[in-house]
């Protein structure tokens, strides 16, 4: 073997999220595609043993939390370092007095620059602030790559760190090749139903539910614009309508919002291919899976008008003003009246979803080990 590749792989755990989906991509793409290098990964008590199964993988498994006091404070007492070679950390911190050349990806900036946008919790909000914050300067001041997901992102950590810009390498999100339209229409929109309990017409928003997913927006908008015979369906990962029940009974749309924590991924994937739209009002987002992988599944979208949503997207969304809910009714009414107009996104959203690869930002990836083990 030519080199070692350290990967902290604890995010490839119980809870789904995307920095999750990203490392999980990597794990099963990056070794196949460098045999001459060996890999070590560190994992998740509940991660399956069969990602780490390949010939040039060895693993470990590391029981302290990922995003916690040992990752940042003492990370060389997580597992025992090599001499040579690196450690790719792909969760945004650093830890300090890492032995190793590190590679960090950085999805975002918004611990340093909208923490208020990442915990609504102000009893609870500096402490973790404090907490990310060092991590993050730690990876701008001293990674040898600093890995990000978008151009967007790139240009978020220049303005705050212009020495960081020659280390800094774009290596895009994607979404997996499940995420497609569907062969068959009917028996999409037959689970979606399933899934529901209803056959009403709906639309759809995913993500974390947290301040910088403005899903109290998308109440608000819904309120204002939907239809009796409408739906709207929130896919929220973790504590699915906490502080947006009393929203929604204050509206008088508890009975046409549907709430729906994680779900699997083919039933993720039946309501993407048979929703009238995605609705995405985010604040702030390094990248925004969700949009890639609604355009994918020729889902129409409506996104906030912000720098890394436009990219994602590339035209093949319409956008509105972030935190315009007038805006957002009125953009959204239109869309759900012009089947014409959805179609042409649709057809503008799965063209533009071929941009992007898991496979290519494995490669890219890979381009970045080389480059640090080759000094």
Request: aromatic share 6%; proline share 9%; glycine share 6%.
């Amino acid at each position: 073997m030519d080199g070692l590749v350290v990967v902290d792989a604890r995010y490839v755990g119980p809870s789904p999220s995307g920095i999750g989906t990203y490392v999980r991509a990597l794990l099963d793409r990056v070794p196949a595609l460098a045999p001459d290098l060996a890999f070590h990964f560190w994992r998740h008590p509940s991660a399956p043993s069969a990602l780490f199964d390949a010939p040039n993988v060895s693993s470990t498994v590391v029981r302290a939390q990922a995003n916690g006091p040992s990752t940042l404070l003492w990370p060389a007492r997580l597992d025992r370092f090599p001499n040579e070679g690196l450690l790719h950390m792909p969760y945004n911190i650093l830890g300090r007095g890492v032995p190793l050349p590190a590679v960090v990806t950085l999805h975002d900036v918004m611990w340093l620059e909208q923490p208020e946008c990442c915990d609504p919790r102000p009893w609870l909000r500096p402490i973790r602030q404090a907490f990310f914050a060092a991590g993050i300067r730690r990876a701008l001041r001293t990674a040898e790559r600093i890995l990000t997901v978008s151009q967007a992102s790139a240009d978020d950590i220049v303005r705050l760190e212009p020495s960081a810009a020659p280390r800094i390498r774009v290596t895009p999100n994607a979404c997996g090749p499940e995420f497609r339209a569907p062969n068959d229409p009917r028996a999409a929109q037959q689970r979606a139903s399933e899934l529901l309990a209803t056959d009403a017409p709906f639309f759809l928003v995913v993500g974390l539910n947290q301040p910088s997913k403005r899903h109290a927006d998308a109440v608000r908008a819904f309120a204002a614009m939907g239809k009796p015979g409408e739906r709207l369906v929130l896919i929220q990962r973790r504590a699915a309508g906490r502080g947006l029940d009393r929203l929604v009974r204050t509206l008088g749309v508890s009975d046409r919002v549907l709430w729906q924590p994680a779900l699997p991924r083919r039933d993720l994937i039946a309501l993407l291919q048979s929703a009238c739209l995605l609705v995405h009002p985010s604040s702030a987002e390094g990248f925004g899976i969700p949009v890639l992988e609604a355009m994918a599944c020729g889902c129409p979208v409506l996104a906030s008008d912000i720098a890394t949503l436009r990219e994602v997207a590339g035209g093949a969304a319409v956008h509105f003003p972030v935190g315009d809910v007038e805006s957002l009714a009125t953009a959204w009414r239109a869309l759900a009246d012009d089947p014409a107009r959805r179609q042409e996104l649709r057809a503008q959203g799965l063209q533009r979803a071929t941009q992007f690869s898991w496979d290519r930002t494995a490669r890219l990836t890979l381009e970045v080990y080389r480059e640090v083990l080759e000094g």
